[in-house]
């Protein structure tokens, strides 16, 4: 039986290291929740959780069930950031001390009910139109709620990552107005990692730091925790007219040396994966040349000194970013760190 296999490297310990450096980024008085959906952006949530617990301040999940199974291991306050829509569901965030955000009116039937240490998060629209209730609702929050002060008003930029952005100031402004019309002393959280990366003046009681705590985005503090790599099991010289792949999309000019790697669009490689695109074999860059197929990808290696079957061929991770992989092919690290599938291999290290 062959154990070739493509492989997921984690090391937890830069994880730890980018939560220190984003907290560094903002004042001491703000809150650090770590944002661990998507099993903590394919990292593996309990495993990940262990490892800094005593230095994060709150979690944030999207689905109910991350958040029940997350509650088996922390202590901490646990924010379910989908809400909830039902009496069951309330029955098992109260079971659990999961709190939650209410960012539509239908949600509004659970403000008049509060179980014992739960904290509302309300969640206003500041103009990203996508989740959170219109500044007009807030008004109703203000008549079923009696909102208390460790509860927090939040929202969520569309255009954090784009700081000369116009929308920034108009949400900025619109979250003033939000925060001045409910006429109490909440608290108050806006940014997400670029948030706090570009406008770390807004921190105010809570950040909700995210992709940068894996990694994802360019920031000379910030570490890439995950290393994506798997093993050339077939080398093959072509011939200058030569065609390579599903639909022959690459074709050979002059003679060729090309390595195919036991890595696919059923690891986690996105299929429509751009030819140049480039990965690292014994160090050195080579350019993906043809289609990616399910199981493999074909790489142009004529450059490269002493490659044989068995080198390892690593996609993103140190030395070669996740987030160039993704500009190459107009992607986002967040979607390539969540689409790696089950049968890659997760292994723990610490480099
Ligand atoms: C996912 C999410 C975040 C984290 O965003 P990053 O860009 O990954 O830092 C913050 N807030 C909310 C509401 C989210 O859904």
């Known amino acids: 039986m062959s154990s070739i296999t493509a492989e ?19 004042g001491k008085d703000s809150n650090f929740m770590a944002i661990v959906k ?23 999940v999207v689905r109910l069930d991350e958040a029940v199974s997350l509650r088996r291991h922390t202590q901490k306050q646990i924010l379910l950031m989908q809400g909830i829509y039902d009496d069951l569901e309330w029955n098992i965030v109260k079971d659990n001390s999961i709190n939650f955000v209410v960012h539509d009116p239908i949600q509004f039937k659970f403000l008049k009910k509060r179980y014992p240490g739960q904290k509302f998060w309300i969640k206003v629209n500041t103009g990203m139109n996508r989740l959170g209730i219109s500044l007009d609702d807030l008004k109703e929050v203000l008549q079923k709620a009696h909102l208390q002060n460790d509860d927090v008003l939040m929202t969520h930029l569309a255009c954090a990552d784009i700081p000369d952005d116009e929308l920034n ?6 979250f003033e107005k939000a925060f001045s019309q409910l006429n109490c002393p909440i608290q108050r959280s806006i940014l997400n990692t670029n948030g706090i990366i570009n406008f770390p003046q807004h921190a105010y009681d809570w950040v909700r730091g995210g992709i940068g705590m894996y990694g994802g985005v360019h920031h000379p503090d910030l570490e890439t925790a995950m290393t994506f790599r798997s093993q050339i099991i077939s080398i093959r010289d072509i011939q200058p007219g030569d065609r390579v792949g599903y639909g022959g999309r690459q074709q050979a000019k002059t003679k060729m040396k090309i390595a195919n790697v036991y890595v696919g669009y059923a690891d986690g490689v996105p299929q429509n994966s751009i030819d ?12 993906i040349f043809g289609r990616v197929s399910m199981d493999l990808i074909s790489v142009d290696i004529s450059k490269i000194d002493n490659c044989k079957v068995g080198d390892w061929v690593v996609l993103w991770g140190d030395n070669i970013s996740i987030n160039k992989f993704a500009e190459t092919n107009s992607l986002i690290s967040y979607e390539l760190m969540t689409k790696i599938s089950p049968r890659v291999k997760k292994i723990f290290v610490e480099l």
């Open 169 to 174: 100031l108009l949400q900025f402004a619109n």
């Open 276 to 287: 140049g695109t480039k990965v690292l074999v014994n160090d050195q860059y080579a350019p």
């Open 38 to 60: 998507s099993d903590a952006y394919g990292h593996d949530l309990k495993k990940l959780i262990v490892r800094i617990d005593d230095i994060v301040d709150a979690y944030g």
């Open 8 to 26: 997921l490297l984690i090391d937890l310990s830069k994880i730890k290291k980018n939560i220190c450096s984003l907290k560094s980024l903002i």
